[in-house]
């Protein structure tokens, strides 16, 4: 059963709008449209795959991500003012993206310019694990490397994006992945 | 320039996360994930569209939305707490739902077993009518009647959806769609 976030079980209200939910109420509503967006984007992915192909449904992938990253990113510049030319810009925009609070993730901020981000847990990954078709391999590897790049030049086209590690793993225990975020300022 | 929900411009902060933002500032976030919603739907029916022509796309998409509205239908249900079979639990639907975060919409409960929801402005009839390709004959009225009877049939099987005006506009009408809600043997 679901945790209920609202009482609208009685009258219509004409002027009902998302104001009225308590501020908790508010954040669960986020974390499940986040919920949503990995959902709607997964059966695209699934139904076009069945229908044309995993390489079609992949290039796809690629094509929507390298525009919705751009809007996340909008998102993060505009309505959370997170500005700047260094990792840190970088480190923030993953605590703010609605697919965050999916994973279990570190952060590392080493310093300014330098950030190591583990993913312990990604529903994806074991997704495409529990699928068994190794579609890991170009989501995890070569898909993951695009955004993160796209996301690491729309604040410095000079900041570096590393896998640190990378799916297969070698158990249930071993974390998903790892990625780095460097700038080299001493050029 | 977009007014920030939250100004996250200073240090980095460990601990961030939705909670730290005000409940105006939350609702500004879910409607730009609501718009997240919609442009990812959106891009993916057109990348797929362009790869393997409209009809696939076309089908991909009753595919996805039929899985989707299960899920839409269960947050409404659950998490807001809307039951009961009369058709005033669609107008409450509707008003929950993250797709009318990105319409301007009118809606008019005549009692309790008759509905009229008019779409006053809405960004993906705009979009197919500036494309010419003619896809809201498939879009507006087979689809949007398929995914309004599988919301109305989750609350009471006995309601018919009717449209009662509905695209391709052969004038500039002051709306883009209109439909009707009734609990069948009601007059």
């Known amino acids: ?187 | 320039m977009t007014k920030p929900l939250y100004d996250y411009s200073g240090d980095f902060d460990p601990s961030f996360d939705y909670g730290k933002i005000s409940r105006e500032g939350l609702v500004g976030l879910l409607a730009a994930n609501a718009n997240y919603i919609r442009k990812l739907d959106g891009h993916w029916y057109l990348s797929a569209m362009n790869r393997c022509g409209d009809d696939v796309a076309y089908d991909c998409d009753i595919d996805v939305w039929k899985r989707l509205m299960k899920f839409e239908l269960k947050i409404a249900s659950e998490m807001m707490n809307i039951r009961g079979d009369g058709v005033s639990s669609i107008a409450k639907y509707f008003q929950v739902s993250p797709w009318f975060w990105t319409f301007d919409y009118r809606l008019e409960l005549a009692g309790s077993d008759r509905l009229v929801v008019t779409f006053v402005k809405c960004p993906t009839l705009l979009a197919l009518e500036k494309e010419g390709l003619g896809r809201e004959g498939r879009i507006c009225r087979e689809l949007e009647q398929d995914l309004f009877e599988t919301i109305a049939h989750h609350f009471n099987p006995r309601i018919a959806v009717v449209p009662v005006q509905v695209p391709p506009r052969k004038e500039v009408a002051d709306f883009c769609c209109k439909w009707e809600f009734r609990i069948e043997g009601s007059k």
């Open chain 1, 1 to 187: 059963m679901t945790k209920s976030l609202y009482d609208y079980s009685g009258d219509f209200d004409s002027s009902f709008d998302h104001g009225r939910l308590s501020k908790e109420g508010l954040v669960e509503l986020l974390h499940t449209y986040s919920d949503y967006i990995r959902r709607l984007d997964g059966h695209w992915y699934l139904s076009l795959m069945n229908r044309c192909g995993n390489d079609t449904a992949f290039a796809c992938d690629s094509e929507v991500w390298e525009r919705l990253v751009l809007h996340e990113l909008k998102i993060a510049r505009d309505l959370l003012n997170i500005k700047g030319d260094d990792a840190v810009a970088v480190a923030k925009v993953f605590q703010a993206s609605p697919w965050f609070w999916m994973y279990k993730c570190d952060i590392d901020l080493k310093s300014r310019d330098h950030l190591v981000i583990t993913y312990n847990s990604c529903p994806t990954l074991f997704a495409l694990e529990k699928e068994g078709a190794g579609r890991e391999q170009k989501i995890c590897v070569d898909l993951e490397m695009k955004i993160f790049m796209k996301m690491a030049h729309f604040y410095n086209p000079e900041m570096k994006v590393t896998a640190l590690k990378l799916p297969p793993r070698s158990g249930p225990d071993d974390i998903c992945c790892r990625w780095e975020f460097k700038v080299d300022r001493k050029k």
